[in-house]
């Protein structure tokens, strides 16, 4: 089975090929200060989905996705509410981990936190300053970025447009513009830790080198993250790892997912469209969202809607009609085409294709499955999900029923407007009613 995946750094579709028999994968996880929005969940699932893949294809694999849980905008929301840090960073670490097992997002073999790693840090920032990449200034310690040749290989882009693009902070004491924090000073009212340059805390780009060092070694075979991050974030992250490692790459592999747009307009607070993981599980399940998730190839732009989480629970509907309550599946290969798909770069939109075709063989189920499987739906028995789907809206399955007996007494008595009135009734509460030889059967609208 050869994956291939579209890689960043090469800037082609290029043929996955592990460095050696473990496979090594990091992903940039949340920074926790607030409830994660569409837009965070989106490499989490992408993720997932290529952790599912490399966990066929190769023995053993390796995930580690960070928690950034010290950060100037987790300060300010800790000022805000008049608590410490430590609060906020754990009640948002919670919210993000609740959200991510909502979205069926299986956990990382490792999430390390920043603040458990502040002296693998200290020492990342130790060896470049020895090796001369960076230097102390007014209390700061910076990477020089002239001192690393091949800086922007990443991002392809030219000194000026990495300027702008990094909106680099003016300082005087810089001896580049492009140079940037890899240690800071701490104010008495700011968390900060004793560093060889005195109390401070880590500047944002170290955090990823020196965990990625310290979980998974010099050099990986996978990095992830979004589009947002590829400059200066991750292009800074190569500096400083390639610097302190004696010109070992980072990562042999750079795969980054397009931004989730609201109504074709990135999603941002300033605009003020910004879409809570936790407002939407008000009314959908967290497979309907991961499904609607997977209707745009990650690499391109995602534009949420509600039309595209309703046709998403319709096709998860239809999905559960097949599957129904069985619980055991035999373990088989899924469809050729499927997989196939998952292989050529997770082309989603395509695996899915086939997932649809697949449906209409109603004995397919054991193929179906395991084929949901690597997409992280289906992961539940049908009426475990309809279940799910009531739970979230509230309803009240004795007075449903209650009603249903009502209308079938009244049909049974030729009192068809009534009955007719208890349909309408409910089918404006979301309650579709389905009349069948076997009795009166209840489902909640798309």
């Known amino acids: 089975m050869n994956l291939k995946i579209f890689n960043t750094l090469s800037k082609k579709i290029d043929s996955f090929k592990p460095l050696n028999d473990t496979v090594k994968v990091y992903a940039c996880g949340p920074t926790v200060y607030s409830h994660p929005h569409i837009g965070n969940a989106r490499p989490a699932i992408i993720g997932d989905i290529l952790i599912r893949i490399l966990r ?24 805000e ?7 906020i ?26 603040t458990q790693n502040i002296h693998s840090i200290i020492k990342m920032v130790s060896s470049l300053l020895e090796k001369k990449n960076a230097y102390e200034a007014e209390n700061h310690i910076l990477f020089h970025v002239p001192s690393f040749k091949d800086y922007g290989n990443l991002s392809k882009r030219k000194k000026d447009e990495m300027i702008e693009g990094a909106r680099v902070e003016v300082a005087p004491y810089k001896k580049d513009p492009m140079d940037f924090v890899l240690w800071k000073p701490s104010k008495k009212d700011q968390p900060g830790w004793d560093s060889p340059w005195g109390r401070g805390r880590p500047g944002w780009h170290i955090e ?5 060092e310290a979980y998974l070694g010099e050099t990986i075979d996978i990095h992830l993250g979004g589009n947002d991050l590829i400059f200066p974030h991750h292009e800074n992250e190569i500096a400083q790892s390639n610097c302190a490692h004696d010109g070992k790459p980072l990562s042999k592999y750079w795969i980054h997912n397009g931004f989730v747009s609201m109504d074709k307009e990135k999603m941002s607070k300033s605009v003020g469209n910004i879409i809570l ?10 497979e309907t969202i991961r499904l609607a998730m997977l209707t745009a190839h990650y690499k391109q732009p995602l534009n949420w809607n509600e039309k595209l989480l309703v046709q998403s629970n319709k096709n998860l509907e239809n999905l559960y009609d097949i599957i129904g309550d069985q619980k055991n599946f035999n373990n088989v290969k899924p469809p050729k085409k499927f997989f196939a798909a998952l292989l050529n770069d997770l082309n989603t939109p395509e695996a899915l294709k086939e997932l649809y075709e697949l449906s209409k063989n109603k004995n397919a189920r054991d193929q179906i499955k395991s084929a949901a499987n690597y997409l992280g739906i289906l992961q539940l028995t049908k009426t475990g999900w309809l ?3 009531k739970k979230i809206k509230n309803i009240d399955q004795k007075k449903i029923e209650k009603l249903i007996n009502e209308r079938d007494k009244a049909r049974k008595e030729k009192k068809f407007p009534h009955a007719d ?15 069948s030889p076997s009795g009166t059967k209840w489902r909640i609208s798309n």
């Open 387 to 389: 279940d799910q789907r």
């Open 89 to 114: 960073s754990l009640k948002y670490t919670k919210v993000y981990q609740e959200n991510m097992r909502a979205l069926n997002v299986l956990p990382p073999d490792i999430e390390p936190t920043v």
């Open 421 to 435: 009135k208890i349909r309408n009734e409910l089918a404006l509460d979301g309650i579709i009613l389905e009349d």
């Open 277 to 286: 993981v936790n407002d939407i599980l008000k009314n959908f399940t967290g």
């Open 56 to 79: 066929n294809i190769f023995k053993k694999v390796i995930y580690v996705r960070n928690i950034t849980d010290i950060d100037d905008k987790i300060n300010d929301k800790a000022k």
């Open 208 to 212: 990823c080198s020196s965990m990625i």
């Open 81 to 87: 509410e008049k608590v410490s840090i430590e609060v």
